[in-house]
């Protein structure tokens, strides 16, 4: 039953509620107005004796004056009137008790009843003298009649009064209890009335407290606070399913929350990222553009050298100071911005060309490319810069010819591009102070473009998100450096493309 | 309700306790009121549920305000109930005052089962006693008799023997009242009696002269008679007070009748002839006891009045039975004077 209750619409609980209560207070009236109704019929029947012994009375006077009636006149309808009215009256002397009791009412009655028949006797025996015309017997037996018609006259009468008495006192006794009665029934409507007030006030309680806590949690969610206990739905009539769905809502709103915390954190760092390599690109660009007071001038100048040897037929001389133009060109053009590996490389066969005319060849540079990896990206100078450290720290100072190994393969992962040197290597623990940015050198060299080694690491570190971007290998003093770069491949083929 | 589990489970069961007590409060108070209407009822019906009686008597007295006629009747009415009769006295139930004549002929009309009346001598009486007799209505006459009807019976007190108690207690008397006052030539003894004079007053009248005639103060002793109108309710009073204002007050007034002896007490008190006048009464109502106390009344008949009523009744059953009875029962008699009051005061006072 309980579980039915529970079931019920919102509606068909108060519905409940109410009928019930409705139906107790009718009950309990319709009780009470029984009671009252009985007494109320017992009020109207109390002087009913009194009615009845009136009804007598009047008969017994009909009796007697059609009676005397007929002895005056002797018509024929004074005869009838007297049949009737003896008919009458005996028929209501019938009704009266004859038995002998302890109640003083009953044997008046039983006397009268007595008296009753044989007055109707002699009245019977004066009728007929009368019709025998014996004068004499009629007026005897007319003053016997009449004496015991005031006999039962007088019967009737103190019955009568004694009767009044005690209906009076029955009377007063049943309007004490109509009085009590009526207090009864008030006291019981407002102690039911109160009752179900407490009832519905306890039923309707139960049906909106799970309102109730729903709007309460549902303030603090509008307030912003997802925190909360969820509510429990308790019934499954409107408020358990609007319930039940507002939890599943906080839920889901609160994985949502936590998605895009997530995805704003990622986002976050991407920014950063992208911030720190602008300010590593500009501080490089900055010691490049201090160390090139005005590429632009020595760009242009280097074009008209170019232009004035070609024009002399010094073909040598032109290719020279045409890679230098594209050497500074490509400087001033993409030093902000990602390239391919193609034209790193290209920028790295400048470079080691211009490095051997100046050295007269010295520098042997190998390549060995997986020609599919070209086309993956990366920031702009950071292979030059390293290849750049390979001749002025690893080769020039070395006696015999010096040999720079440039190899691009591809891995499962990655795209490893190993720059090595056969120069005079370097100490474990300077490679490590590299690795870790504390490696501090006393000033640019003077060959070199301008960004050092540190900055190389970072902003590829930078780019792909990684620590292990780069390695440095070397086997000790005089047995040549590696610096080896591992560009992730990401799913989507190859990365940084 | 705020706590989840436990305080959910008792949330329920208070719930259902409430629930279950208002359900028990309705209740009991709608059956509290048709209790209280049942009771009602209950105290209605009561009354109409009543016992029967197999036969119906019906007393008629002289007068049924006396403590006599009352005593009488309730001696007829514990005898009746024993045997499953119901006595009325028929004048209580009357609102009218009605002559014993009246109510006998009420009684007749009434179909009883039997009739104890204090009779008289009269051809009415005799002639209303023998209609009741031709209707099959026994009539026990009581205390007065009506010596030429056909009344199954006469139930009362020996007139005889109460005659010759008075003359003894008179002569007592007026041997002490001749030696206190020896030059007294006459004393004067008066009896009061009816209007007309009931067969037993004149009975108890002879005795007295008997026993005055056979006495040696017979000379001095003057008996006479003085009647009493007692035709309606008080004239017997006003009679009596005539007796000490129209003539020189008696020694000695002996009364036939309890009402006669209080108001000749009172007279006597009034007159301020306490200590001359000497009063035999009649009855020992408690008035009466009080004046034998107080010395006023010299001494009463007592009549066993009690046994007087059972006497009808036994008289009346009988001649249901058998279809005869005894023509006379004989009731007890004792005098009370001075000497043996105490014990019927006790008595009286133990009743009381």
Known sequence: ?497 | MKGKGKGKGKGIKGIEFFFVAYVIIVIFTALAGFRFVSVYFGSENKTQDSQTYDKYYVIISDNNQSSFWKSVYEGAYNHGLDNNVYVEDLAATMSDNYSKEELMKIAIASNVDGIMISADDSEEMTELINEAMSRNIPVVTLYNDALNSERISYVGVSNYNIGGEYGRQALSLATTEANNNPDKDVIDVVVLVNQTPTSGQMMVYSTIQEAFDNDALADKLQLSIEKIDNSNTFTAEETIRDIFINREAPDIIICLSELDTVCVYQAVIDYNKVGMVHILGYYESDSILQGIDRNIIDSTIKVDTTQMGEYCIDALFEYDKVGFTSQYFAVDVEVINKDNIDEYMEVTDNEA
């Open chain 1, 1 to 497: 039953m309980r579980r039915n209750y529970r079931d019920l619409s919102i509606q068909g609980k108060m519905a409940i509620v109410y009928i019930f209560a409705s139906v107790l207070v009718l009950i309990v009236n319709l009780s009470l107005l029984f009671g009252i109704n009985a007494l109320l019929l017992k009020l109207e029947t109390t002087y009913q004796d009194n009615l009845d012994l009136n009804e007598i009375n009047m008969a017994l006077d009909d009796v007697q004056n059609s009676m005397t009636e007929y002895l005056n006149v002797k018509t024929t309808d004074a005869l009838e009137n007297y049949y009737i009215s003896e008919d009458n009256f005996r028929e209501k002397i019938e009704t009266l008790n004859s038995v002998v009791t302890n109640s003083s009412y009953s044997r008046i009655e039983r006397n009268i009843k007595f008296m009753s028949e044989d007055y109707l006797d002699v009245v019977s025996q004066t009728i007929e003298a009368k019709r025998g015309r014996n004068v004499e017997k009629y007026r005897i037996r007319y003053e016997n009649a009449t004496e015991l018609y005031n006999y039962i006259g007088s019967y009737i009468d103190s019955l009568n009064n004694q009767q009044f008495v005690n209906n009076s006192e029955s009377f007063v006794e049943l309007s004490k209890g109509l009085r009590i009665t009526e207090n009864i029934s008030i006291t019981v409507m407002v102690v039911v009335i109160i009752s179900n007030i407490f009832v519905i006030l306890r039923y309707s309680s139960q049906i909106t407290k799970p309102l109730k806590e729903l709007s309460k949690s549902a303030d603090e969610v509008a307030k912003g606070n997802f925190d909360i206990d969820l509510v429990e739905a308790e019934s499954h009539d409107e408020v358990g399913v609007v319930t039940n769905a507002f939890n599943q809502m906080v839920i889901n709103i609160r994985e949502y929350i936590q998605r895009i915390k997530e995805s704003m954190e990622n986002e976050r760092k991407h920014k950063e990222n992208a911030l720190k390599m602008e300010t590593h690109l500009k501080d490089a660009q900055l010691k490049y553009l201090q160390a090139q007071i005005n590429p632009h001038f020595l760009f242009n100048s280097l074009n008209a050298g170019a232009q004035l040897s070609m024009l002399e037929g010094a073909d040598k001389t032109y290719d020279y100071i045409q890679n230098m133009a594209v050497f500074y060109r490509y400087n001033l053009n993409k030093a902000d911005s990602v390239i391919t590996l193609k034209e790193e490389i290209d920028l790295i066969d400048i470079y080691i060309y211009i490095l051997n005319v100046r050295f007269s060849g010295e520098i042997n540079f190998e390549k060995n490319i997986d020609e599919k990896c070209l086309n993956a990206t990366i920031p702009s100078m950071t292979l030059q810069p390293i290849v750049e450290n390979c001749v002025n720290h690893g080769i020039r100072e070395m006696a015999g010819e010096g040999v720079i190994t440039l190899s691009i393969t591809r891995t499962l992962d990655n795209i490893c591009i190993s720059i090595k040197d056969n120069g005079k290597g370097m100490s474990q623990e300077t490679i490590d102070k590299i690795i870790n940015g504390t490696y501090r050198n006393d000033g640019l060299s003077m060959d070199s473009n301008g960004i050092g080694i540190d900055n190389v690491i970072n902003r590829l570190r930078l780019f792909v998100d990684s620590d292990d971007v780069i390695n440095i290998i070397s086997e000790g003093e005089g047995k040549g450096t590696e610096v080896v770069i591992y560009l992730p491949i990401n799913d989507e083929g190859i990365d940084y493309v």
